[in-house]
């Protein structure tokens, strides 16, 4: 099993048990430690491919402004 593997089954692993560890775990450490293990990712598999890392820069700035857009979804906005 590569190193690549690893760390991304760590990552699902720190996802799953903040998703159901509910008051146990507080959400701080959940998202401190899946950002460090991103950015371990990211630095391990950099991509090589400009149109990738352009596709994933345009994706990056694009998302956090959608989804301020999705609350105006009447009912089921403010959930998403």
Do not use: C, K
Request: no cysteine; net charge negative.
């Amino acid at each position: 099993m590569s190193s690549e593997n690893i760390i991304i089954a760590l990552i699902v692993a720190v996802a799953v048990i903040g998703a159901f560890a509910g008051e146990s775990i507080d959400a701080q450490y959940v998202a401190l430690a899946l950002l460090g293990l991103g950015l371990v990712a990211g630095f391990m598999s950099p991509s090589s491919d400009m149109g990738e890392r352009t596709g994933m820069l345009l994706i990056a700035v694009a998302l956090p402004s959608v989804a301020n857009q999705l609350d105006a979804i009447p009912a089921v906005g403010s959930y998403l």
